[in-house]
């Protein structure tokens, strides 16, 4: 099956920690986005990538961030400077960025709550 | 400047009833492109449908349909006949050719009763 997998679904940190999330994909897409959702929000986009090895900041970068040593894999740290890191983090990946007729298509999503 | 504004927060219609959700976008780029997703409780989207700017065509899907107009800058979906599978965040976008971003609305909740 292909797919978007994010893990974990809940994830719980202490206050100045770092913590990484997985998104992984094998629909073997280009590019690669990641999304914060607050409650009764819409989405913001964070980070992104075209290719393996390059990325680049998107709305809400600061605290965040990224890597793209594979193409399947696009993981993201939350570090402690992000100050309001409680959200739903979103994972995306589409065929080719430069073309705007690439649609974007999610995965399921993880859960961090800061305590 | 571009946006995308739902101005419904939250829906709640009974079961079978018929329901839009509306989405007005701006934008000054000439091509562009549109699109619903559906957020069901489990969190992840779901993409439904993507108009680009030059197709004024409405669109059906089985209950969906979905209502373009170039003039008003509005891309609205409605359900037909409502179901309750049917409650869910529905989320309308839109993507410059420009910028390559995606810009969501705020979300429309859906509630539908039994």
């Known amino acids: 099956d292909g797919g978007i997998t994010q893990s974990p679904k809940y994830l719980f940190r202490k206050e100045g920690q770092n913590v990484t999330l997985s998104c992984e994909q094998n629909?073997?897409?280009?590019?690669m986005y990641w999304y914060r959702q607050d409650p009764g929000q819409g989405l913001r986009l964070i980070y992104y990538s075209q290719i393996v090895n390059d990325f680049q900041k998107g709305d809400i970068a600061e605290g965040y961030s990224v890597s793209r040593e594979k193409k399947e894999s696009f993981p993201l740290t939350v570090t402690s400077a992000q100050k309001n890191p409680t959200a739903f983090y979103l994972c995306?990946?589409?065929?080719?960025?430069?073309?705007?007729?690439?649609?974007?298509?999610f995965g399921p999503g993880t859960r961090l709550t800061v305590l | 400047a571009q946006k995308v504004t739902q101005a419904q927060t939250e829906i709640s219609v009974v079961e079978k009833e018929d329901v839009t959700l509306d989405c007005v976008y701006e934008t000054r780029d000439t091509t562009y492109y549109l699109f619903w997703y559906k957020q069901p409780p489990s969190g992840e989207l779901v993409f439904l449908i993507r108009?680009?700017?030059?197709?004024?065509q409405n669109e059906i899907s089985g209950r969906y349909s979905w209502n373009f107009q170039k003039s008003t800058s509005s891309f609205n979906f409605t359900i037909t006949a409502s179901q309750v599978v049917d409650s869910a965040v529905y989320f309308c976008a839109l993507r410059s050719v420009n910028t390559g971003k995606l810009i969501f609305g705020q979300g429309t909740t859906l509630q539908v009763k039994p």
């Open positions: 629909l073997n897409h280009d590019a």
């Open positions: 108009r680009n700017s030059f197709d004024e």
């Open positions: 995306a990946s589409s065929i080719v960025l430069a073309k705007s007729t690439d649609t974007q298509y």
